[in-house]
């Protein structure tokens, strides 16, 4: 047993004495102080604390005059639990109930005698680990996701209620939208972290700034988790987002007037792959290819043929609202075919590059419940915040030879300064994709998806491509039930259930009202429900769109729809 001590001059003399009688069992480590001249409480706290947050210590003893502020101390850390001991009962209790692992005693209170009875008994019992301590425990380091906000409420109240605002819309609304995700505490720590406050434009141990080394490990970590993550040969990490990332590979390895093979966007492409309204689609030529009518499905061999009749200088797979896996291997058969055409016409053409954007479905890859690009494409883009769950940003992983090019095109290609604290989110949300828990994480997401869409289809509703392997899919509400995809997603919201209209392949209804909706289970099995709640959920949507007038239907599911998100606590 490892046992931290901290305490002030008002506790110097007991800490000293309880420092010698513990030594003879267990190993202590002494913070201080050092001697009876006055000094402050708060600085032997935190130098125990962090010793008991690092895992350096099990257990902390605190000891000032009354207690008390060595008591606010320590429970201003997220991890320590700080209980102020007066008797032995209570110092079994607080660790048999709530776990403490910091133990607080007033010298002005009790004596030495007292004071090493109620430190044994607090350091010789166990926590119970009863369902009911588990739970509330789990409350507290949660406190409602509100203490990580509340320094906001002195110093800006509107902003402050504006993330409330947020706080209480994922605790008591189902989020179903395919490209969103609930990131975890780790994640936002990290992010919202005082490396914010650096710049270092460059790369590590190559910046145009001094004082780099904290951002130089922070960002190498991030880097090397992601190569591993993927299997990748390289990576960069400073992309403030998905489209950044799409720039700066199309910045890599394009001229402007290239030729880009995509996805149109109504088909369920994404902006930056071509849109008109889009960088990408005022700098290049783009070709769009579609689905196929009749399944809804990328026709391999439909966009084979259009590659060897464009030969586009890059052919671009990945999408933001496509429910069906995509076949990587055949996808690069036609990128070396459409090369040895170009050769063919001229043995100078540098050929067709392979570029896959999997934004949406990178936690997926990341935990195995859909096939991998990195194998196989030259360039692989995506954002951190979908299913991957990290912070918002954007991420490029690329083959060796295009490791320069790529590390120039984003800077000093396209951006200044990465955003190192969002950096940090992304390594930590790189440690956690490669956990075992997120591999069933990812499992899960499918399962959910398949059970809620199933659901909604034996209800009579056309899935579009008749149903999904992924974490998304979309319903035609249009032919289903002759209403827009825009109000049928305000019905829904009505309810506490929060979807996006969308385009499905070849929409006779604009953009902005649609025929379909797309859903997706990303957010939810976050919060940790299975199929079973899936299932229900997918009832309610149905209930509701059979008669998007019927506002009792709504109200009746806004009531179950809070009811049943309370029982799954967002992280
Ligand atoms: C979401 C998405 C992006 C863009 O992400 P931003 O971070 O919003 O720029 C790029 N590509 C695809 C396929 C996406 O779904």
């Not at 101390?73 to 209980?83: K, L």
């Not at 912070?391 to 060796?400: A, F, I, Q, S, T």
């Not at 209403?483 to 997603?489: L, W, Y």
């Not at 259930?497 to 953009?511: A, L, M, Q």
Request: overall charge negative; some cysteine.
């Amino acid at each position: 047993m490892k046992i931290v001590f901290g305490a002030d001059h008002g506790g110097y003399e007991l800490k000293q004495a309880l420092v010698a009688e513990f030594s003879k069992t267990a190993e202590t480590v002494d913070c201080g102080c050092g001697g009876k001249d006055s000094c402050d409480y708060p600085d032997f706290a935190d130098d125990a604390c962090e010793a008991l947050i690092e895992g350096r210590a099990d257990f902390a003893i605190l000891v000032c005059t009354t207690g008390e502020g060595m008591s606010m101390s320590a429970n201003r850390f997220h991890g320590v639990r700080a209980a102020l001991c007066t008797d032995a009962g209570t110092a079994r209790s607080t660790r048999a109930h709530n776990d403490a692992n910091a133990l607080v005693l007033g010298a002005a209170n009790v004596s030495v005698e007292k004071a090493l009875e109620i430190a044994r008994a607090f350091v010789e019992t166990p926590f119970s680990a009863g369902e009911r301590h588990v739970r509330r425990i789990a409350k507290i380091d949660r406190a409602k996701r509100l203490a990580e906000c509340s320094a906001l409420a002195e110093y800006d109240p509107e902003v402050h209620a504006a993330v409330l605002a947020q706080i209480r819309q994922e605790d008591t609304e189902i989020n179903l939208i395919a490209s969103e995700n609930t990131s975890s505490r780790a994640v936002r720590a990290a992010s919202g972290s005082v490396l914010m406050n650096k710049y270092a434009e460059g790369y590590p141990a190559h910046r145009w700034y001094s004082g780099c080394l904290p951002v130089d490990a922070v960002e190498e970590l991030a880097r090397t988790r992601a190569c591993a993550l993927f299997g990748a040969e390289h990576a960069n990490v400073q992309p403030h987002c998905g489209s950044a990332a799409n720039m700066a590979v199309y910045l890599a390895c394009l001229e402007p007037g290239d030729k880009i093979l995509s996805l149109s966007l109504d088909q369920g492409g994404h902006l930056s792959h071509g849109s008109p309204v889009n960088f990408s689609g005022k700098l290049y030529k783009i070709v769009p290819y579609t689905t196929n009518r009749e399944t809804e499905r990328i026709d391999y061999g439909e966009l084979e043929k259009l590659a060897l009749a464009e030969k586009p200088r890059l052919l671009l797979s990945g999408a933001s609202a496509y429910p069906r896996s995509l076949d990587f291997k055949r996808i690069r058969e036609i990128v070396d075919k459409t090369t040895a055409a170009m050769k063919a016409e001229n043995p100078d053409s540098p050929g067709c590059i392979m570029m896959v954007d999997m934004a949406h479905i990178a936690g997926l890859v990341a935990g195995g419940a859909h096939e991998s690009p990195v194998p196989y494409a030259d360039f692989v883009t995506t954002t951190t915040h979908k299913t991957l769950r990290g912070p918002r940003g954007g991420l490029v992983l690329c083959k060796k030879e295009w490791a320069k090019k790529l590390d120039s095109a984003v800077f000093p290609g396209m951006q200044g300064g990465p955003l190192e604290n969002i950096i940090a989110g992304k390594a930590v949300c790189f440690k956690e994709a490669a956990s075992p828990e997120f591999a069933a994480y990812a499992r899960q997401v499918v399962a959910n998806c398949k059970a809620m869409c199933e659901t909604i289809a034996s209800r009579g509703y056309r899935i579009v491509s008749g149903g999904t392997d992924n974490h998304l899919f979309l319903v035609d509400v249009k032919s289903s039930k002759g209403i827009t995809g825009k109000d049928a997603a305000a019905a829904l919201d009505a309810a506490g259930i929060v979807v996006n209209k969308n385009t499905i392949p070849f929409d006779s209804e604009s953009p902005f009202r649609t025929s379909g909706i797309r859903i997706g289970t990303a957010s939810v099995t976050t919060r940790g429900m299975k199929e079973e709640e899936c299932r229900k959920i997918g009832g309610w949507i149905a209930d509701i769109l059979d008669d998007i007038s019927d506002l009792s239907v709504q109200s009746r599911v806004k009531e179950l729809a809070a009811a049943l998100t309370a029982g799954f606590p967002v992280p």
